[in-house]
């Protein structure tokens, strides 16, 4: 049976696939500055030379399921929609600017765009955080609704105009798994000591329960937790953890996903070569990677089942954090939120933003959708 919610996303994103075709015949115009190519994404077949190409470099590889899907699907959709004038050509983390590090390449101008979790930015951007991944926030449609209906988005430009960069929503994901551990988590103290690898705000709520809390990009996850220098990692989506090999070593996974229950991804684009577009060439990137954000959250929902079925087989037992754990999880979780926004202007505005729309949204929320335990 399709739910509700699946049933919602398959309409946006038949809504903007119309949108898609209606942008696909555009006029020419002269041709703009273009970047040297290195791995293409996108259809062979081009109508025109391309008059926008740029280098975009990923936080995630390509070969990765369900995410690394993503940046190919709006290469792909950019190209075929605009009759070959816009190509973007990607490179996997490390190949041109490390995972951690595109933001700055694309403020610096070392390439004109990036694909990136925006979180990544916590420590110049503290309102990166929220934007990308907030801890017992919104679900992903909720959030959806936040950014292109509730402020988020222009929110989200105004913070980073300083930086010279234009972020723009281009996918979004459900909630992460809570983690891989190689023992079962029985209460909080078990977090204490524990050599974990976390990211955003959700590391800095373990690291307040005694965490020593590590930042690796996704490649580097695996030869950690083998050699022992970690002892337990969350990453994102099972179909995604599992690529990755996490059940070979850490059998137990928890859920859910308390410290993102949603996961963003942006196309970072330089503000100054933003501002060059024309209006219909921006209007395009704002469509397809609008269909994207449609597209990862159906494609991110509709595998994760069949992952899960084959954990027993694999000898990883899924289990769910106790309630109690939840309820002490999220008490220490706002208790950091607000210590943040003491200290961040950007950051108090986002989360003051996230909370009102959360707050009238929970009206709608509580009426409309059937209870989890009908």
Avoid at 324 to 338: A, C, F, H, N
Wanted: net charge negative; proline share 6%; hydrophobic share 45%.
């Amino acid at each position: 049976m399709i739910s509700n919610r699946a049933a919602l996303v398959a309409v946006i994103v038949a809504l903007v696939a119309g949108l898609l075709i209606s942008l696909a015949i555009r006029p020419s115009r002269p041709e703009t500055e273009t970047a040297s190519a290195g791995t293409s994404g996108g259809a062979e077949q081009e109508s025109q030379p391309a008059h926008i190409r740029w280098r975009v470099p990923l936080y995630i590889s390509e070969n990765l399921p369900v995410l690394g899907d993503n940046p190919v699907y709006v290469a792909d959709w950019l190209k075929r929609a605009s009759g070959g004038a816009i190509q973007l050509d990607l490179f996997d983390p490390g190949e041109i600017v490390p995972a951690f590090s595109i933001t700055d390449a694309v403020r610096e101008g070392k390439v004109q765009a990036g694909f990136t979790w925006i979180g990544y930015d916590q420590g110049k951007i503290p309102a990166s955080a929220l934007i990308g991944a907030a801890p017992f926030g919104l679900e992903p449609w909720a959030y959806m609704g936040w950014w292109y209906k509730g402020g988020g988005q222009q929110l989200t430009e105004q913070i980073y105009a300083p930086h010279n960069l234009m972020p723009i929503l281009c996918g979004i994901i459900g909630p992460e798994t809570a983690g891989w551990f190689r023992q079962p988590i029985t209460s909080l103290s078990d977090f204490d000591g524990l050599k974990i690898r976390f990211a955003g705000l959700g590391g800095r709520v373990v690291q307040r329960l005694g965490a020593s809390v590590t930042m690796l990009p996704g490649g580097e996850i695996f030869q950690a937790l083998e050699k022992g220098a970690i002892d337990a990692t969350e990453f994102s989506l099972p179909i995604v953890d599992d690529a990755l090999g996490f059940a070979r070593i850490a059998k137990n996974n928890y859920f859910p996903g308390w410290h993102q229950p949603y996961s963003t991804a942006h196309l970072v684009v330089n503000l100054q070569i933003w501002q060059q577009l024309s209006e219909s060439e921006q209007a395009l990137f704002h469509t397809t990677c609008t269909a994207a954000t449609g597209h990862l959250l159906a494609h991110g929902e509709a595998v994760q089942g069949g992952i899960i079925r084959g954990f027993e087989e694999a000898g990883v037992t899924a289990r769910y954090l106790p309630m109690d754990i939840l309820r002490e999880l999220k008490t220490v979780t706002m208790q950091v939120l607000d210590e943040e926004a003491g200290k961040d202007a950007d950051f108090a505005a986002v989360l003051t933003s996230q909370r009102a729309f959360e707050e009238e949204y929970a009206l709608w929320k509580r009426l409309a959708y059937l209870p989890r335990d009908l």
